[in-house]
């Protein structure tokens, strides 16, 4: 069993930041990729940001820039800092690991940008 429990989701102002957090825990082996999806309503979700465990990153385009992931392997744990929010950035963020048992994903933490 593994579990991903996401924080630091909110309510800013555009322009603002926040930095999500997400902490797996359970039967964690060989983590591969951990990562970061959004859905915003009435849209797919989408892959905004991953890094491998080499610390090789991708980044969606709407986000270069803005964004940044990190991740602590001695923590299972995988960052997603937010800079220059927008409206366009609301949405429900979910946390990702993909192992060779998974992938496994969290249960969301909303992420609303006001104008």
């Known amino acids: 069993q593994v579990q991903l429990v996401e924080s630091g989701g909110g309510l800013v102002q555009t322009g603002g930041s926040l930095r999500l957090s997400c902490v797996a825990s359970?039967?964690?082996?060989?983590?591969?990729?951990m990562g970061w999806y959004r859905q915003a309503p009435g849209k797919q979700r989408e892959l905004v940001a991953a890094?491998?465990?080499?610390?090789?990153?991708n980044y969606a385009d709407s986000v270069k820039g803005r964004f940044t992931i990190s991740r602590d392997n001695a923590k299972n744990t995988v960052y997603l800092q937010m800079n220059s929010l927008k409206p366009e950035d609301t949405a429900v963020y979910y946390c990702?690991?993909?192992?060779?048992?998974?992938?496994?994903w969290g249960q969301g933490t909303q992420v609303t940008v006001s104008s």
């Open positions: 990702y690991l993909d192992m060779a048992t998974g992938p496994y």
């Open positions: 359970g039967a964690i082996f060989s983590i591969n990729v």
């Open positions: 890094i491998s465990d080499g610390g090789s990153t």
